[in-house]
């Protein structure tokens, strides 16, 4: 149990290694490649579509192949990803990197999830983003080595390719501990997305993901440019701002993950969500030692909040059906987490980057009032 956990967490651990990158140090690579501001927007969209796509067939691939191995080949195939991303000359090669680097995160993505929902605590949910919010943490601070060493931002692409090959090959080699601990729901089951739309309340949960990832995305990718742009601090600064943007969320997550079994899951949302609200006023109100401080409670409001709905999926639509549920929550959650970013880059480069915290309360308070509208509909319904 230690050691396939251990292989699992360490998958996440390579999911978010690259997911905060780009973000990171966009500054540093607009201006290398001479790309146009808002382009990162459409990077992260095309990544979006492509994770979108791969999570509609995650169940059906692993109701095929297993967890395991769609594991590792989403692993090698975004380590192919990023090795074009490091030897990209333009911004059309970064468009073309974007496609193998979302068809890899969707698929692993939703079969780690599904994998852990039916076999584990919520506490184990909660470590398992939370190791994503340690790869995600990490990834800023590789970035910002490379870029104050003579090797530059592309080396940091090629050493971050290197470690998800050592990811996909640990995956690999244990192959033989995941079918021994197997997954009914998976081996025995396959529900199709038609099927599991007709659910009740399956299209209310759609919404709470879609605009959480809203949230999540929008303020990991621009973090760092409504800081350079907005108030006017250094890059390197503001990629250490968004380092401790996802370290928050990293160490939300660990945190969560110790208590959450004492905790119903729709209470840890209900207080995510408020946090995340008041990190928006914070930002709007405050000066810009309290965006940081706001920033930073943004992270840690939304930390539990993925976990715990993700967690919920079988206990609300039945284990049958919560893989082919889950892949629909993930692509749905990929969905709002491409457009949300490249709307806001566009309204950004037309009007201000001081819009962000605006546009994040607007998400936080949509997510608020949909989430709240499901629980109570839940109850409702299992009381009939």
């Not at 082919?324 to 709002?336: A, C, D, E, F, K």
């Not at 997510?367 to 409702?380: D, G, H, T």
Request: hydrophobic share 50%; with cysteine; glycine share 8%.
């Amino acid at each position: 149990m230690a050691v396939l956990l251990s292989v699992i967490f360490l998958s996440f651990i390579g999911l978010g290694l690259p997911d905060t990158i780009l973000g990171s140090i966009w500054p540093v690579i607009q201006k290398d490649i001479n790309a146009p501001i808002y382009s990162a927007g459409i990077i992260i969209l095309i990544v979006q579509a492509g994770t979108v796509i791969s999570s509609l067939f995650s169940s059906k691939l692993v109701y095929k192949y297993s967890t395991q191995m769609v594991t590792f080949f989403s692993i090698l195939l975004t380590s192919i990803a990023l090795i074009i991303f490091a030897f990209s000359e333009n911004v059309f090669f970064l468009f073309a990197a974007a496609v193998p680097l979302g068809l890899g995160a969707g698929s692993v993505d939703a079969a780690l999830n599904g994998y852990v929902a039916n076999n584990f605590k919520s506490n184990i949910m909660n470590f398992l983003h939370g190791f994503w919010g340690v790869g995600a943490f990490l990834g800023p601070f590789t970035m910002i080595f490379f870029i104050k060493s003579d090797y530059g931002w592309r080396a940091g692409y090629i050493f971050t390719a290197i470690i998800l090959c050592f990811i996909a090959l640990t995956v690999f080699l244990s192959r033989k501990i995941w079918i021994n601990k197997g997954n009914s729901s998976e081996e025995k089951v396959y529900i199709s997305n038609k099927e599991a739309l007709k659910i009740p309340l399956v299209k209310t949960a759609l919404i709470t993901f879609s605009f959480f990832s809203y949230i999540e995305l929008t303020t990991g990718l621009w973090i760092s440019s409504y800081f350079v742009y907005g108030l006017g601090i250094s890059k390197y600064y503001a990629a250490l701002i968004t380092a401790f943007f996802y370290g928050s969320i990293t160490a939300g997550r660990i945190i969560t993950g110790l208590f959450s079994n004492n905790f119903e899951n729709y209470k840890i949302i209900r207080a995510g969500e408020m946090a995340i609200i008041a990190g928006c006023i914070l930002m709007i109100f405050g000066d810009m030692y309290l965006s940081v401080a706001g920033a930073f409670i943004i992270g840690i409001g939304s930390s539990p909040v993925y976990p715990a709905m993700l967690h919920e999926t079988p206990r609300r639509f039945g284990e049958k059906a919560s893989l082919t549920v889950m892949g629909l929550q993930m692509s749905v959650s990929y969905t709002g987490g491409a457009l949300a970013p490249l709307i806001f880059g566009m309204l950004a480069d037309k009007f201000s980057f001081n819009l962000l915290p605006y546009y994040i309360l607007f998400g936080a308070v949509i997510i608020f009032i949909s989430s709240e509208y499901l629980n109570r509909s839940l109850k409702k319904y299992k009381t009939i």
